[in-house]
Every structure is written in C-alpha cells, then in structure tokens.
C-alpha cells in the first residue's frame, strides 16, 4: 500500500511554544490529506481536511489559529500546534487518500505523541 | 450527519477463541475500510470492501459488506494473543472525501 510518513513520533515542548507536525506521501502525490486527534483507547477525532495549494477546513469545534495547516506541496502537509497547552497534549495521526481502483483508500502515518509540560 | 455505530467497544477473550465486531450505519457507504491500530502507532489498513455482499479473508480474519452496504462485520477465528489491538471500521459515504470512524474496538486475547 501506499507510505505515509509522519514526524517527529515524539516530541515535548514547553508550555507557550510552538511545534510542528510534518506529514509526507512517500510514494503517492497527495491533494488531500486529513488530520486527526486521538486520546488513549479512543477512536480518532477528525480535525481538518488539509488540501493542497488552498486553505484546509476545520471541523467543529477545532480552532483553526491554533492548529495551523500548511499544504504547499503534493507529498507534505504540516501541522503546527501554536501556543501549546498541556491540554493539547496527544496522539495526532495525519492520513493520505488515495484513488485506488475506482475509489478512495485511506492510508495513516505512524502518528506523533505531542507532550506539552 | 452520517454516524456509524460500532460494537463492541471492548472486547476481552481467551487465545483459541472466535469473535465478531460489527459496523453499521443508517446511511449507505461508498466504501468501507477496516484498520488495525496498536499503542502508539497510526492505523493500519486491513481490507477495503466496496461491493454489497462482499466476503474477504485475509488469513483468520473473514470481512463482511452487507448486502444493502449499511452495514459490515469483522470475524476473528481462533483468536491469537497478537491480535490484540484497537480495530477501527471506517467508511465514506456517497461522494464524501473524508472517512467516518466508528468508536473502534479494544480487542485484548489474553494467553
């Protein structure tokens, strides 16, 4: 299948910082890319729709001055959790999408353990 | 807002045994996937099923799409301690770009 990879896959950083995530397609050109949240044992939480070369769309609820998208290119999409709260400590997971015989599969980096101290 | 309803949510059995997780959803699917996820890690693809009745196998584990794509299932046969896992059905609905994820499975087979 295809390759999507995430980093850093673990990162800690001081409260009132801000980090970035790096989401790359390896061996796909990716239009879309999607971003999510996950707490421990839990399912995962769509927060935006990154799309290349425009802005990405935030679902509800999910503030889009603190959790920056950048798509500026086919194979990388990033996302920068800006003035970081312990809070917003978490498991964010970044997925690719990919036309595969007529319809679309979804493929997942390996995630980034963020902690905020 | 389509939902997807998955169960169960936590589902601990002995090594040897078989086991069922189902999906389902008032709404008809484009697609349907099904994700394998441990600690720590992102998802990872299991199988995708388009077609209204479609059965895959990938070794012990049997997929179902129901016939009407509302609605699919997971079988496990003789359950190994590797399985262990949080098992994630997710779906598209008609021309939707986006999956929409079920509340997953915590899977645990104990020795």
């Known amino acids: 299948g295809a390759v999507v990879s995430q980093h850093p896959s673990r990162v800690i950083c001081k409260s009132g910082t801000s980090v970035k995530i790096e989401c790359r397609s390896l061996?796909?050109?990716?239009?879309?890319m999607f971003w999510y949240r996950q707490f421990p044992k839990q399912s995962l939480m769509l927060m935006a729709t990154?799309?290349?070369?425009?802005?990405?769309?935030?679902e509800q609820g999910v503030e889009k001055d603190k959790f920056l998208i950048n798509h500026a290119s086919l194979t990388l999409s990033t996302l920068t959790v800006t003035s970081a709260h312990p809070e917003d400590s978490s498991f964010y997971i970044c997925?690719?999408?990919?036309?595969?015989?007529?319809?679309?599969?979804?493929?997942f980096g390996e995630g980034s353990w963020l902690t905020v101290v | 807002t389509q939902l997807l309803e998955q169960s169960p949510q936590f589902l601990s059995i002995q090594e040897g045994e078989n086991l069922t997780v189902y999906c389902n959803s008032s709404?008809?699917?484009?697609?349907l996937q099904w994700y394998r996820q441990e600690p720590g890690e992102g998802p990872v693809l299991l199988v995708t099923?388009?077609?209204?009745?479609e059965v895959k196998k990938l070794k012990r584990l049997t997929f179902q799409f129901g016939d009407a794509r509302k609605d699919s299932s997971l079988h496990i046969t003789a359950a190994q301690t590797g399985d262990t896992g949080l098992y994630l059905c997710?779906?598209?609905?008609?021309?939707?770009?986006?999956?929409?994820f079920g509340s997953g499975t915590q899977l645990t087979v104990l020795p």
């Open positions: 997925s690719a999408r990919v036309l595969t015989g007529g319809y679309n599969t979804i493929y």
């Open positions: 061996d796909f050109q990716a239009t879309t």
């Open positions: 990154s799309n290349e070369g425009s802005k990405a769309t935030y």
């Open positions: 709404s008809v699917f484009s697609s």
């Open positions: 099923v388009v077609t209204g009745g």
């Open positions: 997710a779906g598209v609905f008609g021309t939707a770009r986006q999956l929409t």
